[in-house]
T-cell receptor, first 116, second 111 residues
Framework: ETGVTQSPTHLIKTRGQQVTLRCSSQ?????VSWYQQALGQGPQFIFQ???????GRGNFPPRFSGLQFPNYSSELNVNALELDDSALYLC???????????????FGPGTRLTVL | QKEVEQDPGPLSVPEGAIVSLNCTYS??????FMWYRQYSRKGPELLMY????GNKEDGRFTAQVDKSSKYISLFIRDSQPSDSATYLC???????????FGQGTRLTINP
């Protein structure tokens, strides 16, 4: 177990709706990254938060947004859901952002989102 | 062209076989290379982490990096049914945290 938890486990929404996914990072980790993993694909980087500020973003539209809170929890919000948003959403926490070396990212179990 | 290419398989081998998993990449700026294992309905779990070209061994697992060829490999010796999972290669730039993943190879070890 990595100590990273996510909720809910599964979620079903309809096109056009909004969704909020939650992550609780490993204690002491000040960086959280979110990834989208479509079926049969590797995870794709959405964005990263470091000390409650966005610290890098992948090729995802603005309707994907996030928040990080001081208590090591974070949220991924997706507005105007599309069918292609159906995927496993993973959060990963780490201790440091940037620096001279890559830091180990610990992944949660993911939230499986289905958009109908 | 994807930055990281990985044969999705599926790959099926008998128990005890040596397994070789591979990835190629196009961005020569990648400095850190990782292998993750992902069981069904679980998040990725870090298996191996390497920085420089060469080999790194951890128990039954050996990670190999050839930066000149932009090619990385993971070898599993004495494979076990519990090794059945999807294996993801990932890499990142120095000082960056964004992981770039391959597609993942689905591996089955048959008893």
């Amino acid at each position: 177990e990595t100590g990273v938890t996510q909720s809910p486990t599964h979620l079903i929404k309809t096109r056009g709706q909004q969704v909020t996914l939650r992550c609780s990072s490993q204690s002491g980790h000040n960086t959280v990254s979110w990834y989208q993993q479509a079926l049969g694909q590797g995870p794709q980087f959405i964005f990263q938060y470091y000390r409650e500020e966005e610290n890098g973003r992948g090729n995802f539209p603005p309707r994907f947004s996030g928040l990080q809170f001081p208590n090591y929890s974070s949220e991924l919000n997706v507005n105007a859901l599309e069918l292609d948003d159906s995927a496993l959403y993973l959060c990963a926490s780490s201790l440091l952002a940037g620096g001279p070396g890559a830091d180990t990212q610990y992944f949660g179990p993911g939230t499986r989102l289905t958009v109908l | 062209q994807k930055e990281v290419e990985q044969d999705p398989g599926p790959l099926s081998v008998p128990e005890g076989a040596i397994v070789s998993l591979n990835c190629t990449y196009s961005n020569s700026a990648f400095q850190y290379f990782m292998w993750y294992r992902q069981y069904s309905r679980k998040g990725p779990e870090l298996l191996m982490y390497t920085y420089s070209s060469g080999n790194k061994e951890d128990g039954r697992f050996t990670a190999q990096v050839d930066k000149s060829s932009k090619y990385i490999s993971l070898f599993i010796r004495d494979s076990q049914p519990s090794d059945s999972a999807t294996y993801l290669c990932a890499m990142t730039l120095q000082g960056a945290q964004k992981l770039v993943f391959g597609q993942g190879t689905r591996l089955t070890i048959n008893p």
